[in-house]
């Protein structure tokens, strides 16, 4: 594969990196503020549709697998890019006069199944676009790269318009950019080669679930390592908001904070790349995991009003930023590509797996929130007297990481 190969697949990921901060940062306030419908109303509603988002990841991955024969990766791909698309307009233009909770529910439903349909056959391409290893990792890497930059453009994008992201004329702009990169890379990706094809398999889910737990258990082994890595990276991305605003008084730099730290993990990529190649990727992973373990040490060394000594922090954590992602997912493609069943067939198993690789993220990200503030509200106060943030913002997170490094440790 050519560096062309790599754009044709990276691009996607700017698009649906786009999405994350608008949908579960920016809307919830922007619904409770501008519609009639109340802080419980809009939370319960989009509660429920993530909670029912959780369990169709594997559903998709195993519906993905057992049709790609006739209905190809990048064909799935490109219909629910069109789906997403219509339920991404509904939820950021919406008619906020008539917005029900139902409505809320059903559009929030709709577009976080098209937006698995499309990420579930989107990373199972990476294990079947090529058979070489360091492929699979520059394959991540491209993709991760470019979600960085959609994450960076979202950050920048009300500066450079002007608005701010509790204004309707934001959402507009936003999505009218959205749409054309969306449909623009869903279309470039169906020009790439195509990825490997297997025969028709008459895939029965369960079945293909336990046979795969049975007869290959090494398809899962690094699965608690990114389960807990993952819980790591989500506690701290969770509290963000509140412990710049309430225990570093900087809510004003808060912005400038994300910028650096995403900036610093798209820089930091093209090293890591590097690393991997000459060290390996489990080496490499657990040295990302290392690295961010020792500059979260630094936040307990903040204090209110501490802008250099976060941007700091920023600056170090988010070096780790992409390769704790592109890493274990390039980990996982080459495990998924050796497995085998009678006559040394090589079943369509990339979707199923890459499906629960999607179930433990979105627990993961559950998991962060409902540890998390149930304990800050029990400890009634955020602020540089209590320490209870720090342990949650990164005392935890520092345990979970090297719990995950020392696991991986062992599958070596």
Not at 72 to 100: E, F, M, N, Y
Request: charged content about 10%; overall charge positive; hydrophobic content about 55%.
């Amino acid at each position: 594969m050519n560096h062309l190969n790599f754009l044709q697949y990276g691009l996607l990921g700017l698009p649906l990196a786009m999405l994350g901060i608008p949908l579960y940062v920016y809307l919830p306030t922007y619904y409770a503020e501008q519609s009639a419908l109340g802080l419980t109303a809009v939370g319960s509603a989009l509660l429920t549709a993530r909670f029912a988002d959780v369990i169709t990841d594997p559903l998709i991955g195993w519906w993905s697998d057992r049709y790609q024969s006739r209905f190809s990766r990048t064909l799935q791909i490109l219909v629910a890019s069109v789906l997403l698309v219509i339920g991404v307009q509904q939820l950021w233009l919406p008619d906020l006069t008539t917005l029900s909770w139902w409505s809320l529910f059903f559009w929030s439903f709709v577009t976080y199944l098209a937006w698995t349909a499309v990420q579930i056959p989107y990373l199972a391409m990476a294990a079947e676009l090529s058979t070489r290893s360091h492929t699979k990792t520059q394959l991540a890497s491209y993709r991760e790269g470019f979600a960085i930059i959609g994450v960076v453009l979202v950050l920048i994008l009300p500066v450079i318009l002007g608005l701010e992201h509790t204004q309707s004329e934001f959402y507009a702009q936003l999505f009218a950019l959205f749409a054309f990169a969306m449909l623009i890379a869903a279309i470039v990706l169906t020009r790439l080669s195509k990825p490997i094809t297997h025969r028709k398999a008459n895939l029965v889910f369960c079945k293909t679930a336990l046979r795969l737990w049975s007869e290959h258990p090494q398809v899962f082994r690094i699965m608690p390592s990114y389960f807990l890595n993952n819980l790591a990276n989500a506690l701290p991305a969770t509290l963000f908001i509140l412990f710049v605003s309430d225990y570093l008084k900087l809510e004003e730099y808060t912005g400038l904070f994300l910028l650096i730290y995403f900036s610093s993990g798209l820089l930091a990529l093209p090293v890591w790349m590097r690393l991997s190649k000459r060290f390996g990727k489990r080496q490499t992973w657990q040295g990302s995991m290392l690295l961010a373990s020792l500059s979260f040490i630094g936040v307990f060394f903040l204090e209110a009003g501490d802008l250099n000594g976060f941007l700091i922090v920023s600056l170090l954590t988010g070096l780790s930023l992409g390769v704790d992602i592109a890493m274990p997912a390039s980990i996982q493609a080459d495990i998924t590509q050796k497995v085998k069943f009678e006559n040394n067939h090589r079943p369509p198993i990339a979707g199923l797996l890459f499906g629960i690789w999607g179930m433990l993220t979105k627990l993961t990200l559950a998991l962060a929130v409902g540890m998390a503030f149930p304990i800050l509200d029990w400890s009634g106060t955020i602020n540089a007297q209590d320490n209870t943030i720090l342990w949650l913002y990164a005392g935890l997170p520092i345990l979970l990481k090297l719990i995950a490094w020392r696991l991986l440790s062992r599958q070596a």
